[in-house]
């Protein structure tokens, strides 16, 4: 009995746990000869199988109406609708993500009968085909092969239906039996294959397309803005130096993409936190065949007067613009009513999930989220990141922030150790460095976000009397310094190898008994789009300015610097920094999987 062969490097290396039983042939054995014994199953591409949830033939659309009714019957009907979601091989891009399994050719007589089954457990979650004058034809629930097809050396194909949720329902096992009873007598072999997991992009991956929100809604009449809202501005500054990012870094223009939303797009254009992206594979004799799956964010809201529910609607931005060939979206979520008390809508945004690069021990990287006893995202959708089995999480306490996530205070970007990266972090206390050591140099009436339409504009005398007075951004740091204990133990990195941004901090009002909250008073630094490993879309910090200089912009270009990496400014302050973002919470990216 011989295993498919599987390279220590390749995608399936980690999923070969799994034993084939009964008679599994290795590709390079023939199979062309009838045998008379028993039944033998090939695995010529190995024993991963992709969750076919893409939409090769652009079959799934959305109805008029589906981007802004408050429903989740809309939600549940749009996640339905893909490839594996019916019994037809759409093409022969569909095809490719099939995983093929070969049947010996069997000498039986013509009475003889052969079945593919499931155990009745995975059933629901992979569908074999069998190919058929040149088409695949779903064996369904009975998988009858006649004494024709085992004669000829029966091709199978095999699609996963859905990713890995919960191991206590499904754990990735695809157990596919071939049994063939001929004159009285039935043997069996067996070829135990396993979904592919799902695996987050990071941010050294170039980016290879780029979205992110544009006034307006999506269909139907343009919305007037109430009065009483104060929508996100200039727009086209934001759009405009995001496009010039890009293009500097190599970024083709077709790539960077703006999105009309929702008829209510103001309330929603943080394109970061609808999605989280990843991505499965499984090794071909071409190399590996990929699929992007769009990890929907689990927010689930309901209307003021409690009568409906949806999940989070721009969410359905994914379906609309992004699901196609190559590209399915999983969502997964607890309808508010079923939830722990502790669950909050706002760690639920993907803004709150991100990934480190592989490192020693880690080869395909970690999770990282925030998330505390305080505050927590909803546990099906850890469960369902945990699942997969490949990436770890770290976790870190984001509770104090008033927005509560992850991408506000560290990032990833490339540099020169052995691992190849770093993490760049907000640090409030080299602002403060900074404004002290203006103030010494006789420029304390130096204005902070002059130009900007901010309403408040301290000079560096009067923040730096603020903050001896409230303590905010010694308070920020301690938090930081926790995370960073974290973040330091778990990876190996060492204090001197963080690079270190300046962003300064304020406590707000959080809510009706709630204490109060942290959140960034001049744009967080960190919380950036890498465009590629040397290339980082920053906001502008719109920082004092000394001898013509920002003092913020010139101690992030020579931080970054220094492990080889590019800033290109972003004008973010209107369009995102004033409504609690920055870049990395407006944009998103679909990223080049190596």
């Given at each position: 009995?011989?295993?498919?062969l599987?390279t ?16 599994l ?58 490839d ?46 069998v190919?058929?004058g040149?088409?695949?034809v ?22 996963a ?17 071939l ?14 294959l396993?979904?592919?997991p ?20 999506g ?29 500097e ?6 790539e ?5 939303g ?15 992206p ?9 190399g ?109 306490d ?41 103030r ?9 976000f002059?130009?900007?339409d ?140 190596t």
């Open positions: 009995m011989k295993r498919p599987i220590p490097s390749s995608p399936a290396a980690a999923l070969a746990g799994a034993a084939v039983v009964a008679t042939v290795a590709p390079g054995n023939a199979l062309a000869a009838a045998s008379p014994g028993r039944p033998e199953l090939r695995a010529p591409e190995g024993t991963v199988v992709l969750p076919n949830l893409d939409d090769d033939a652009r079959r799934c659309t959305l109805r008029p109406g589906d981007l802004d009714r408050l429903d989740v019957a809309v939600d549940e009907r749009l996640a339905a609708c893909n594996a979601a019916d019994e037809v091989v759409d093409g022969p891009d569909d095809a490719e993500d099939l995983t093929p399994l070969r049947a010996a050719p069997l000498a039986v007589s013509g009475r003889a009968r052969g079945r593919v089954s499931l155990p009745a457990a995975q059933a629901p979650y992979a569908r074999v085909f190919v058929r040149g088409r695949y779903s064996l369904g629930s009975d998988g009858r092969l006649s004494a024709e097809d085992l004669r000829g050396g029966a091709r199978l194909a095999v699609e239906r859905d990713i890995v949720r919960d191991p206590k329902r499904w754990d990735g096992r695809i157990e596919v039996t049994s063939v009873t001929d004159r009285g007598t039935t043997r069996s072999a067996r070829a135990a396993r979904v592919a799902v695996l987050l992009q990071n941010d050294l991956q170039r980016a290879q397309h780029v979205f992110a929100a544009a006034p307006g809604p269909e139907g009449q343009p919305v007037e803005v109430p009065a009483a809202k104060r929508p996100p501005g200039q727009w086209r500054e934001f759009a405009d130096s995001l496009r010039a990012a890009a293009r870094s190599g970024l083709p223009e077709r960077v993409r703006f999105q009309p929702t008829a209510q797009w103001w309330k929603d254009i943080w394109r970061q936190d609808i999605a989280e990843g991505y499965v594979t499984r090794p071909t004799p071409h590996p065949h990929t699929l992007r799956i769009l990890l929907r964010s689990p927010n689930y809201w309901t209307s003021p007067d409690g009568r409906s529910a949806s999940m989070r609607r721009a969410g359905r931005l994914l379906y609309r613009d992004l699901r196609g060939p190559g590209v399915g979206v999983i969502q997964q979520y607890t309808p508010t009513e079923r939830r722990e008390k502790n669950v909050d809508e706002l760690l639920n945004f993907t803004g709150n999930f991100e990934s480190l690069p592989p490192y020693a021990g880690r080869p395909r990287g970690r999770i990282l989220y925030g998330s505390s006893a305080e505050r927590r995202p909803d546990p099906s959708f850890v469960t369902m990141l945990t699942a997969q089995g490949q990436q770890p999480p770290v976790v870190l984001t509770s104090w922030l008033l927005v509560g996530h992850v991408d506000e205070t560290v990032h990833v970007v490339r540099a020169d150790n052995a691992r190849g990266w770093t993490l760049a972090v907000s640090d409030p206390r080299k602002a403060l460095d900074l404004l002290k050591e203006a010494r140099g006789g420029e304390g009436g130096r204005r902070l002059d130009g900007t901010a309403e408040a504009k301290p000079t560096v005398d009067q923040f730096l009397r603020y903050e001896e007075h409230a303590g905010d951004n010694e308070d920020a740091a301690r938090h930081i310094d926790g995370q960073l204990a974290v973040l330091l133990r778990e990876t190996g990195l060492k204090p001197e190898e963080l690079v270190r941004l300046p962003v300064l901090y304020y406590r707000v009002d959080a809510g009706e008994g709630l204490p109060r909250r942290h959140i960034a008073f001049s744009p967080a630094l960190a919380n950036g789009l890498s465009l590629t490993a040397r290339d980082f879309a920053a906001p502008d910090p719109h920082g004092p300015r000394v001898a013509g200089r920002d003092l913020f912009r010139d101690e992030t270009e020579r931080a970054l610097a220094r492990g080889g990496v590019r800033v290109h400014w972003v004008e973010n302050f209107s369009w995102a920094h004033l409504g609690g973002g920055e870049v990395h919470c407006a944009t998103n990216a679909l990223r080049e999987i």
